[in-house]
């Protein structure tokens, strides 16, 4: 059985960090490349970060520049995504996914393809983060 689950979400200052991690089983976690999309209320679901082990590459978006880091414990089938320096325009649920081909097509849009159609292969339910000013 195929699993992803994310864990600690949770409530924060502008300013503040907080962990992130994504647990997958049931599927060969090298194959795939693994990250972080989010969807705040009211607006269209973003790639935020993601790793490749396999490529050896790692992909985030503009505005989290500098500020969230991806990495991955392969032993664990664990991947984490340290946020650093919140700001309330990162509030939004969090979700973990994984793919196993074009993920950096994916992830720099909102995980279709030009059909419309979902080309992640497994998700997670989400974990909430809100950010106050």
């Known amino acids: 059985e195929v699993q992803v689950v994310e864990s600690g979400g949770g409530s924060v200052q502008t300013g503040g960090s907080l962990r992130l991690s994504c647990a997958a089983s049931g599927f060969t976690f090298d194959d795939y490349a693994i990250g972080w999309f989010r969807q705040a209320p009211g607006k269209q679901r973003e790639g935020v970060s993601c790793i490749s082990k396999s490529e050896g590459r790692t992909y985030y978006t503009d505005s989290v520049k500098g500020r969230f880091t991806i990495s991955s414990d392969n032993a664990k089938n664990t991947v984490y995504l340290q946020m650093n320096n919140l700001k309330p325009e990162d509030t939004a649920v969090y979700y973990c996914?994984?793919?196993?081909?074009?993920?950096?097509?994916?992830?720099?849009?909102?995980?279709?393809?030009?059909?419309?159609?979902?080309?992640?292969?497994?998700w997670g339910k989400g974990t909430p983060v809100t950010v106050s000013s």
């Open positions: 996914a994984a793919a196993r081909r074009h993920w950096y097509y994916y992830w720099t849009g909102d995980g279709r393809d030009s059909r419309g159609r979902d080309g992640i292969d497994y």
